[in-house]
Structures are given as C-alpha cells and as structure tokens.
C-alpha cells in the first residue's frame, strides 16, 4: 500500500483535499459550528408545514399541549387515551401501528370536515360529509358477535 493510499484509509485525506468537521467537504453534511439551522433556513424560503413545535424565545405553549405535558388531560385528551388503551387490550398489542391509531380515532366519531391547517407538500387535502360512515371494519365484522350471542 502506498503513502497516499494508506493516508486515505486511516482517515486522512488528499493532499489539497478541503475538509470540514474530519469529513470531506461537499457530502451534504451541514457543520453547525457555522450557525447553519435547517428549519431556519427552511422558514427563509417558506416551506413550514405548521407541524413545527419549537417555539422559540417569547413564545409560550397552547394551554392544550400545556395541559397535557402537566398531566392535566382535556375530556378530548382523556377519551383518545381510554380508546387507545382499551384497542391495546382487546388485540392484545402493546405497540398499535398508525393505522389502528387512526381506525380508533374514527371510531371515536372523527371525519375529516374541515381543510387542513397545516401544509403536506406529499399529500393532497381533502374533506368528507360529518355523517361519513368510519368505513374502518371488514365487511359482515357484526356478525362474528351475533353468532357468539346466539350460541
């Protein structure tokens, strides 16, 4: 192995090569010794989606999330925590996946009514009727019960 080869592979670099943070420079890593922030920069050019929860220096908590981090549950907050621990329960999973997150919430009588107030560059808004049937069970799922209260 030669002198630059070896140089390479113990972490060194090329002769000239220009570093930054021990890496070479230009592999997409931002140093942040430079004072660089991505949602900054991502603010500067107006792509906030409003799902942002850093508040920043003068600005305070929603008394719903300070509520909440204090222990002091909303009826909303309390009904959600009961219906996904009982789902827990009855299919006997510690961790629901997102979709049995969102099967429990249309149980609980959500629809999606209103636009939304955050911005999905990946996804498309769209809205349904209130009365929207939650449309979260397989077909002929009642049936299963009324055979175990006939027997």
């Known amino acids: 192995m030669d002198e630059k080869s070896r140089e390479l592979s113990d ?8 570093r930054v943070g021990g890496r ?8 942040k010794r430079l004072g660089l922030d991505r949602r900054e920069i ?3 050019r107006g ?12 600005r305070r908590l929603s008394d719903f999330s300070k509520s909440a981090e204090e222990g002091e549950m909303t009826k909303e907050q309390f009904l959600f925590l009961v219906a996904i621990n009982e789902f827990k329960k ?3 999973m510690t961790f629901p996946t997102w ?17 939304s107030d955050i911005k999905l560059r990946a996804a498309e808004d769209w809205q349904e009727a209130p009365d929207a049937k939650a449309n ?3 077909q002929r799922w009642a049936e299963r019960f009324k055979d175990k209260r006939a027997a």
């Open 99 to 115: 979709t049995d997150v969102l099967e429990v919430v249309r149980l609980l009588g959500y629809r999606k009514t209103c636009a």
């Open 136 to 138: 979260v069970r397989p």
């Open 47 to 58: 792509e906030t989606t409003g799902l942002e929860r850093r508040r920043g220096p003068g």
């Open 90 to 92: 009855a299919n006997d």
């Open 24 to 31: 070479p420079a230009g592999d997409g890593v931002v140093d």
């Open 42 to 44: 991502a603010a500067a």
């Open 11 to 18: 972490g060194g670099s090329a002769p000239g090569e220009r």
